[in-house]
């Protein structure tokens, strides 16, 4: 088998899963989306460089997410992030360029959205573009098919043993679908996936049999009707949309020679928080007020402080990872209230742009987030100026 490259697409809006959701990086089984579908890439046993694509200004995020599989042995150098463009096409198109110093033999294009995506069909269909040039799995259609004008009247009706649902991974020698890509972007035509344009340029396009398990992710309750059955919630799990209120409370020690971050914005102070990640108090503080209303178990359960994954990460991207488990468990937050316990210096000044950092990374109104500065009158590790104290209490429905 020559060297295998795998293109994992990941820079789209997730439009059609609800405002603030980025579907690629919802968990099940405790771990994001598409850290399933690399997974299963890594256990094929052939591909040699991963390119990802993100949305522009989003490789932080990205990383953040994919913390774990980074830091395993080799992953970081042979894992690229690439933004994307503002459709599919443009997005593998920068993806493929990418890769050029790679020089792969084959690429396998796949979708961060199919988690459970089979080593065995990412085999066989790389097997099937070394011998072909080009290759996808299809799947049967169930439905009976019918073709509808512009007033809604059916028009004609296609035999269904002739057609097939199209998934990925697709693939291609790469030097091929590089060459087909590069004539796509001129030629003023939108392709509706990579083996169209494939054919355009190239020639035919061999099939193998889908997986009905590797199904994409394309609106909420996807996720988990589309989850492996010991994953699902219970027929008699309480209903939603009742309210539930989570507390939560974090405490970090004050050392010269850090940054002082509440919320995510940084507060001038000749101490910081001390701590194994970026030391945010008040974001800890409000993770575990998240996951307490949600009946998620705590910040430590999600991001042990003993894992090197998450030395000096963005406490940012802990909320945002926090709040696509809120996504997924379909839970929106009413109302936050947050105290800081600060003897020096005063946050007052900061209070707003606290609010809308943190508004930014949950997906909600400003106006739904109040942020208080207290202090303990010279009383205790706080207010002698040793700590910084956070209280949080957030209502879901």
């Not at 020089?103 to 995506?117: K, S, T, Y």
């Amino acid at each position: 088998m020559p060297a295998c490259a795998a293109l994992i697409t990941a820079a789209g809006k997730s439009t059609r899963m609800g405002a603030g959701i980025k579907k690629e990086y919802l968990l099940s089984g405790g771990k994001p989306l598409i850290l399933h579908a690399l997974e299963a890439f890594e256990n094929s046993g052939i591909i040699s460089v991963y390119v990802i694509t993100v949305p522009p200004g989003g490789g932080d995020v990205a990383r953040g997410v994919l913390a774990s599989w980074l830091g395993g042995a080799g992953r970081a150098e042979k894992t690229l992030f690439v933004e994307g463009g503002d459709s599919r096409q443009e997005s593998v198109y920068n993806g493929l360029r990418a890769m050029r110093d790679f020089r792969p033999g084959i690429v396998l294009i796949h979708d961060g959205a199919r988690p459970w995506v089979r080593p065995g069909l990412i085999l066989d269909v790389a097997r099937g573009a070394r011998l072909h040039g080009a290759c996808l799995p299809l799947t049967p259609v169930v439905d009976a098919l019918k073709q509808v004008n512009g007033d809604g009247f059916l028009e004609a009706h296609p035999d269904r043993e002739k057609i097939r649902g199209a998934q990925t991974p697709q693939g291609f020698l790469y030097e091929k679908i590089f060459d087909a890509h590069e004539k796509a972007a001129g030629d003023g035509r939108a392709y509706l996936d990579d083996t169209e344009i494939y054919g355009a340029y190239k020639g035919r396009v061999f099939s193998v049999p889908g997986d009905g398990h590797n199904r994409k992710i394309t609106y909420p309750s996807d996720l988990d009707e589309h989850k492996p059955a010991d994953e699902r919630k219970p027929a008699d799990e309480a209903p939603r949309g009742f309210p539930r209120i989570g507390f939560g409370w974090d405490l970090h020690r004050l050392v010269p020679g850090r940054k002082l971050l509440l919320g995510g914005v940084e507060i001038p102070s000749p101490k910081g928080g001390e701590g194994h990640s970026d030391a945010d108090v008040l974001i800890h503080a409000l993770i575990d007020a998240l996951f307490g209303a949600a009946g998620l178990g705590d910040i430590g359960s999600h991001f042990p402080p003993s894992d090197p994954a998450y030395k000096n990460i963005s406490s940012r991207v802990l909320l945002r990872r926090a709040a696509t488990l809120l996504h997924a468990e379909n839970l929106r937050i009413v109302n936050l209230d947050c105290t800081v316990v600060l003897e020096s210096p005063k946050i007052l000044p900061y209070r707003q742009a606290i609010a809308a950092c943190l508004a930014e990374d949950l997906g909600v109104s400003p106006g739904l987030i109040s942020v208080k500065g207290k202090t303990k009158e010279q009383v205790d590790a706080a207010g002698e100026g040793r700590a910084v104290e956070a209280f949080a209490v957030v209502l879901l429905a």
